[in-house]
């Protein structure tokens, strides 16, 4: 004799059905790019620890490399790259990933001005391309327009002889993955949320 199935048992058919379907729905990562190669088409970050919104904590050693797309149209405005992770006003250090070590450097500096509430379209800002350097004074000038601050420190001469992408705050990539190091969609984050960078 054959049972019938009803209720309860049909129900779970559909979602078993469903369930098996589905596959590998993929995995987000995200963090700071610290070097970009249009030409072999990688993209490499830190990864942001943090968990709150306009909190970022770029502290996930080591980095990560990502292929890109292959359909430009899965991939947002190219990454700009830099290695500056954190500035902290308070201690008057900034933090910068070095690439010959693999590791982070925190570099101490002296604050010569601070203005704050700075916004992206204010003309102190807009247009110009950071960071500044005036190799009289060993000064690095640049803005944060998360932290909407621009800020003018002088450095020791061992540190201001340091690349200028020392002091840039590489854009915030997001990629959407499958496959470790493989990315299908890419997003540029500071390109597209004014509270980063």
């Given at each position: 004799m054959k049972k019938k199935l009803c209720g309860p048992a049909l129900l779970a058919i559909p979602l078993l059905i469903g369930a098996l379907g589905c596959g590998d729905l993929g995995r987000v990562d995200q963090g700071r790019a610290v070097a970009f190669d249009k030409g072999q088409g990688t993209v490499t970050f830190i990864r942001d620890a943090s968990t709150k919104l306009g909190q970022p904590d770029y502290s996930v050693l080591p980095p990560v490399t990502y292929r890109i797309p292959t359909d430009r149209k899965e991939m947002g405005p190219d990454p700009e790259a830099g290695l500056r992770m954190s500035l902290d006003l308070q201690a008057g250090e900034v933090v910068v990933y070095d690439p010959a070590s693999q590791g982070f450097q925190t570099i101490p500096f002296?604050?010569?001005?601070?203005?704050?509430?700075?916004?992206?379209?204010?003309?102190?800002?807009?247009?110009?391309?950071?960071?500044?350097?005036?190799?009289?004074?060993?000064?690095v000038t640049i803005y944060s327009g998360r932290q909407k601050t621009l800020v003018t420190f002088s450095l020791a001469d061992e540190f201001f002889s340091l690349p200028p992408k020392t002091w840039v705050a590489g854009d915030e990539v997001r990629v959407y993955f499958k496959e470790p190091g493989k990315a299908l969609r890419l997003m540029n984050v500071s390109k597209t949320d004014i509270f980063r960078k």
């Open positions: 002296n604050l010569v001005e601070k203005k704050e509430k700075v916004e992206k379209d204010d003309s102190q800002v807009a247009g110009k391309t950071f960071p500044l350097l005036d190799d009289a004074k060993k000064t």
